[in-house]
């Protein structure tokens, strides 16, 4: 027997909508709530606020987020590198989930 299941082809899948809560987030990348709040003091990683001044995340901020912990933790790249790569990726109008491709390309010519 065969199963199918419909799709809604209007979901809206925006991945810069936040809609991760922090709790979410910290789970996806596992670090602590405080190494959030110290990406987000330091303006790396900016949630969105909500009404009710509630954090949310998009699945760029995730995206994001592994690039800043793959250059902080795997290059050992202090947070202000990170700001500066990460302002110049923004300067070149790379999207956070090119952001892996982008590097590898210009690592590679």
């Given at each position: 027997?065969?199963?199918?299941?419909?799709?809604?082809?209007?979901i809206?899948?925006?991945?810069?909508?936040p809609?991760?809560?922090?709790?979410?987030?910290?789970?996806?990348?596992?670090?602590s709530?405080?190494?959030?709040?110290?990406?987000?003091e330091?303006?790396?990683?900016?949630?969105?606020?909500?009404?009710?001044?509630r954090k949310?995340?998009?699945?760029?901020?995730?995206?994001k987020?592994k690039?800043?912990?793959?250059?902080?933790?795997t290059?050992?790249?202090?947070?202000i590198?990170?700001?500066?790569?990460l302002?110049?990726?923004a300067e070149?109008?790379?999207?956070?989930?090119?952001y892996?491709?982008?590097?590898?390309?210009i690592?590679?010519?």
């Amino acid at each position: 027997m065969k199963y199918s299941i419909e799709t809604q082809s209007d979901i809206d899948l925006d991945s810069d909508k936040p809609m991760l809560p922090t709790s979410v987030l910290v789970k996806i990348l596992n670090v602590s709530q405080r190494k959030l709040r110290l990406y987000e003091e330091k303006k790396l990683l900016v949630p969105t606020r909500t009404q009710r001044n509630r954090k949310l995340y998009s699945f760029n901020d995730i995206e994001k987020g592994k690039f800043i912990l793959f250059l902080s933790k795997t290059l050992g790249i202090n947070l202000i590198g990170v700001k500066i790569v990460l302002n110049l990726l923004a300067e070149a109008k790379v999207l956070p989930e090119n952001y892996f491709d982008f590097i590898d390309k210009i690592t590679k010519s």
